[in-house]
């Protein structure tokens, strides 16, 4: 005597709400991303011919060369430093400008992390000049 074999049905899962949950995560992750943007800053560094002559002894003289090494009055100096020894330059001076004097090789980003520090020692004018507006 033969048995009967019932045909099986072959289960299958259902994926659909599998793939529904994976576009909603989909969608909220681009929804909720934050796209960051490049801020770029656009500086134009003063040429040679746009020069003009300042009283030198009212300013203050701050100089930064092509191994990102500060100097303030022919010293080094470390950036962090820069606002604490300009603070007590500039009590004793009359006029309260700083000229930042920069290699044309440098990084803007260390330029104005200078001239950051400037500012915040109080100084109320604060110039950039490059070496070749100098004669150097």
Same mark, same amino acid.
């Given at each position: 005597?033969?048995?009967?074999? /019932?045909?099986? +049905?072959?289960?299958?899962? #259902?994926?659909?709400?599998?793939?529904?949950? &994976?576009?909603?995560?989909?969608?909220?992750?681009?929804?909720?991303?934050?796209?960051?943007?490049?801020?770029?800053?656009?500086?134009?560094?003063?040429? *040679?011919?746009?020069?003009?002559?300042?009283?030198?002894?009212?300013? =203050?003289?701050?100089? =930064?060369?092509?191994?990102? $090494?500060?100097?303030?009055?022919? +010293?080094?100096? %470390?950036?962090? *430093?820069? +606002?604490?020894?300009?603070?007590?330059?500039?009590?004793?001076? *009359? %006029? /309260?400008?700083?000229? &930042?004097?920069?290699?044309? $090789?440098?990084?803007?980003?260390?330029? =104005?992390?200078? =001239? #950051?520090?400037?500012?915040?020692?109080?100084? $109320?004018? &604060?110039? &950039?000049?490059?070496? %070749?507006?100098?004669? *150097?």
């Amino acid at each position: 005597m033969r048995l009967r074999r /019932k045909d099986r +049905q072959v289960d299958s899962i #259902d994926i659909s709400p599998l793939i529904d949950c &994976v576009f909603l995560l989909l969608i909220f992750f681009m929804v909720t991303t934050t796209f960051v943007k490049d801020m770029k800053l656009d500086l134009d560094r003063p040429s *040679a011919t746009s020069a003009s002559l300042v009283n030198e002894e009212k300013v =203050i003289r701050v100089y =930064i060369d092509s191994n990102r $090494e500060v100097y303030v009055d022919n +010293q080094p100096i %470390k950036v962090w *430093a820069i +606002q604490s020894k300009l603070r007590d330059l500039l009590r004793s001076s *009359a %006029k /309260k400008a700083v000229l &930042v004097v920069s290699d044309a $090789e440098i990084p803007v980003e260390s330029l =104005i992390d200078v =001239i #950051d520090e400037c500012k915040r020692s109080g100084a $109320e004018d &604060v110039a &950039v000049s490059t070496n %070749k507006e100098l004669g *150097a």
